[in-house]
């Protein structure tokens, strides 16, 4: 399989920009868009997975599948609504960075997805 990449909200703005842009750059098939809500109409990018960035089992079972080589996240909530409620912003904002960051990590470190090493900040 070649090098899979994985856009964890790909729904919004700036996922679904990127999406096209590698898309056009390295193949539709190995580009996965992924989010919570499910694109309609001309909006719909494939291939697609419905999918909670917060659900850790199925982050783990996501991963599984496609074995990805580069995960963005950008899966976010936004000023408007994050301050209505910053206890769920920091939820999605903060712990499911760390999810995505420590699964990432663990499957890398393991060789698991073909890598021998993880990238630390």
Same mark, same amino acid.
């Given at each position: 399989?070649?090098?899979?990449?994985?856009?964890?909200?790909?729904?919004?703005?700036?996922?679904?920009e990127?999406?096209?842009?590698?898309?056009?750059?390295?193949?539709?098939?190995?580009?996965?868009?992924?989010?919570?809500?499910?694109?309609?109409?001309?909006?719909?990018?494939?291939?697609?997975?419905?999918?909670?960035?917060?659900?850790?089992?199925?982050?783990?079972?996501?991963?599984?599948?496609?074995r990805?080589?580069? $995960?963005? @996240? !950008? +899966?976010?909530m #936004?000023s408007?609504? &994050?301050?209505?409620?910053?206890?769920?912003?920091?939820?999605?904002?903060?712990?499911?960075?760390?999810? $995505?960051? @420590? !699964? +990432?990590?663990? #499957?890398?470190?393991? &060789?698991?997805?073909?890598?021998?090493?993880?990238?630390?900040?």
């Amino acid at each position: 399989m070649a090098a899979c990449t994985i856009i964890l909200g790909s729904n919004g703005q700036i996922g679904t920009e990127l999406v096209d842009a590698l898309r056009v750059t390295y193949g539709e098939q190995w580009i996965i868009a992924a989010d919570i809500r499910t694109p309609h109409g001309d909006d719909a990018i494939m291939p697609f997975e419905n999918f909670d960035v917060a659900d850790r089992k199925a982050l783990h079972v996501l991963f599984a599948k496609y074995r990805p080589t580069q $995960v963005y @996240l !950008l +899966a976010a909530m #936004l000023s408007a609504n &994050g301050e209505k409620n910053p206890l769920q912003t920091c939820d999605t904002n903060v712990d499911d960075l760390l999810n $995505v960051s @420590l !699964l +990432a990590g663990s #499957l890398f470190r393991s &060789g698991g997805h073909g890598h021998r090493h993880a990238i630390k900040s």
